[in-house]
């Protein structure tokens, strides 16, 4: 009876030894190794969990023992009028003990039950380590991003002060105009304006990092990773993915374990059909007279079984098959999930290869030719609006692309069963797809949720940047 329950027990280690030997972005951050152990070691969510699997596995002994013996005492005496013990032979002290016993199995039975609610504290333990463990990664990666944008806004600004003095030497030689001037300083108004909201976001990923690891919320963090150091995450065959997720995947497990517990619970009702028996023993002492002793066994009659035991079984035959769907259930979701993920991330690592292979390259040297070209009047002020933007958001749509791909990486490792998101496809700074229409064509965007234009380096790539 208590193989299903070892086999449990075994199944879930093994899924939890995988998650641990699964690889994962910034391995050697040291930074962020000590954050993931402040974190794990400060979370109240994993010291619930810590609690109940430990108040489960308190059950299981409970579960196995028998019950309680009781002791009965009384007297037993002929009339009322005076004590007859040591004169009538019929008048006695009593001191009884009785001993409930289960039927044999039920007790084996109600501890494979108890084992199996145990297993599933620590499937729960696992989910809330895992996804402690992808909050600080996801957080700290929010935090990586946007001190790049915001460094990234620094080469914008600079970018945009030398083209506002080409256009006023070139205004001022006669050659320009000062629309020309006025849109540069414009530009970089604008620029101002945006590294504001970029550092409140800073402050926002900064705080919710303290708050992971129950620091003080404006502890600072000293970052040194930067994100175009990040390898370019690996794509594994789907079933290979597949089988990885099955094996660490916490809600899987909990619902094999149902499946389990239910099936146990089945069995255990069944074997409620037989009766539990009670030992009796019992001394009567009787004063001056040779005492008295008495021993018996009795059993309970189930003759309600067709109203109890019955409903019970089938109670519980309908609790595993309800289990067992759900297990399919979650095993359908997470193949969706693993192939969502997979697809996403393709996309993305794809992405951010054409971005390493020479497009970033050609993109600064269009921005730095269109702006030589303009020194020497061969094109508009527009042109160069439109290079510099592209030129900055291509940079930054790299960043946003990389910064994807690595939360799906993440999610991955914590298995979760989310659906997929995609932001930060080819988005960026880039520029609008008429010159200098708008704040567009100039700007940070507003990140990874607005980061959805088509190839990076195209002229509408700059619109996901224009709220930043």
């Not at 596995?57 to 009384?74: N, T, W």
């Not at 970089?188 to 976001?201: G, H, M, P, T, Y």
């Not at 089988?243 to 497990?253: G, I, K, T, V």
């Not at 797809?433 to 567009?440: D, E, F, L, R």
């Amino acid at each position: 009876m208590r193989t299903a329950a070892a086999l449990a027990s075994v199944t879930y280690a093994a899924g939890v030894h995988a998650a641990e030997a699964a690889p994962s972005p910034f391995a050697n951050d040291a930074l962020l190794a000590r954050l993931i152990e402040e974190s794990l070691a400060a979370r109240p969510e994993l010291k619930q969990a810590e609690a109940l699997v430990r108040a489960e596995r308190e059950r299981i002994p409970q579960a196995g023992a028998l019950p309680d013996p009781v002791l009965s005492l009384g007297i037993q005496n002929d009339g009322f009028s005076e004590i007859m013990i040591g004169k009538m032979e019929t008048s006695y002290y009593q001191v009884m003990l009785s001993q409930g016993i289960p039927w044999p199995g039920k007790l084996g039975l109600r501890t494979d039950v108890a084992q199996l609610a145990a297993s599933q504290a620590e499937a729960r333990l696992r989910r809330a380590r895992l996804s402690a463990e992808a909050d600080v990664r996801r957080t700290y990666l929010g935090l990586i991003l946007v001190r790049e944008r915001l460094a990234l806004l620094d080469r914008l600004e600079s970018i945009w002060q030398t083209s506002s003095g080409v256009a006023r030497s070139r205004y001022e030689a006669g050659e320009g105009v000062q629309s020309d001037v006025l849109r540069s300083q414009l530009e970089v108004n604008r620029i101002r304006a945006r590294r504001w909201a970029l550092q409140a976001e800073e402050r926002n990923a900064l705080q919710a990092l303290n708050r992971l690891r129950a620091h003080p919320v404006d502890d600072p963090i000293a970052t040194t990773a930067k994100l175009g150091g990040v390898a370019t995450p690996e794509v594994q065959p789907l079933e290979a993915a597949l089988a990885d997720a099955r094996d660490r995947s916490p809600e899987l497990a909990l619902a094999r374990l149902g499946v389990d517990r239910a099936e146990t619970q089945t069995r255990l009702a069944r074997q409620e059909l037989f009766p539990d028996l009670s030992a009796t023993a019992g001394v009567m002492p009787r004063g001056g007279l040779g005492p008295m002793w008495q021993a018996g066994l009795s059993l309970s009659l189930p003759v309600w079984a067709y109203r109890k035991q019955t409903k019970a079984i089938a109670e519980s035959e309908a609790r595993a098959g309800a289990e067992a769907q759900g297990a399919r259930a979650i095993d359908q979701i997470l193949r969706l999930r693993v192939a969502e993920r997979r697809a996403a991330l393709q996309a993305l690592v794809d992405t951010v290869r054409l971005y390493r292979q020479g497009l970033l390259v050609e993109s600064q040297a269009t921005a730095e030719s269109t702006l030589a070209q303009y020194r020497v009047g061969k094109v508009t002020f527009a042109s160069v609006l439109e290079a510099n933007a592209g030129f900055i958001g291509d940079e930054e749509g790299f960043l946003l692309a990389l910064a994807e791909a690595l939360r799906i990486e993440f999610a991955a490792a914590e298995v979760t069963l989310d659906p997929v998101g995609i932001g930060g496809i080819g988005g960026g700074m880039g520029g609008a797809s008429v010159p200098g229409a708008g704040a567009a064509a100039s700007g940070m965007g507003a990140g990874p949720a607005a980061a959805g234009a088509p190839a990076a380096g195209s002229s509408s790539a700059a619109q996901s940047m224009s709220s930043m």
